[in-house]
């Protein structure tokens, strides 16, 4: 199974357009490859809202101070990794 994703050109996608139009980018060959295809639109006409996710993401992105913690330290990795190396299984 293979699933993709692609931008409209400019940005939005044109509903007086067809899906080959709006995805001008994808060549016949490449389109051909896929069985099915769904066109996710974004209907939220609030600016507001646009800004307070568009701020999210950023915000979430560009803050490294937030970065999740590793679950592993890098020396257990080092020692998994070596132990690991040694396993011959049959």
Do not use: W
Not at 1 to 25: E, F, M, Q, W
Not at 34 to 58: E, G, K, N, Y
Not at 66 to 71: G, T
């Amino acid at each position: 199974s293979i699933l993709a994703a692609a931008n409209p050109i400019y940005g939005r996608y044109d509903k007086t357009k067809t899906l080959k139009a709006n995805v001008a980018a994808l060549s016949a060959p490449i389109l051909s490859r896929f069985d099915l295809f769904f066109v996710v639109l974004d209907s939220c006409d609030d600016p507001a809202t646009d800004l307070r996710v568009a701020q999210h993401i950023l915000q979430v992105h560009s803050n490294s101070a937030q970065q999740p913690k590793p679950p592993f330290e890098l020396e257990q990795m080092r020692r998994y990794i070596r132990l690991a190396r040694t396993l011959h299984p049959k």
